[in-house]
């Protein structure tokens, strides 16, 4: 029985983590929309757009984690299932 339960809460933390991120992402981009500008921030925090307009270097920079912890999350997801 510990075990299903360790199973299940190294399976259900990195979908916390995951869905945290998708929404912290979306808030960003659907704020972004109320402003006005039409592209998401997965758009604006390319490295061509960030040469174009290095102002943007900051919100990146406030945004990358919520990113990270997307891809982590994935990844932390998956080797669980492995195990």
Do not use: H
């Not at 991120?21 to 960030?50: H, V």
């Not at 945004?63 to 669980?80: H, I, Q």
């Amino acid at each position: 029985m510990s075990f299903v339960r360790t199973f299940l809460l190294l399976i259900f933390i990195p979908f916390i983590g995951f869905f945290v991120s998708k929404w912290a992402i979306y808030d960003t981009n659907k704020f972004l929309s109320k402003e006005g500008i039409n592209y998401t921030i997965s758009q604006l925090c390319r490295p061509d757009m960030l040469s174009q307009f290095p102002s943007l270097q900051e919100l990146c920079t406030v945004v990358k984690p919520y990113f990270w912890l997307k891809y982590v999350s994935l990844l932390s997801g998956a080797v669980a299932l492995l195990l």
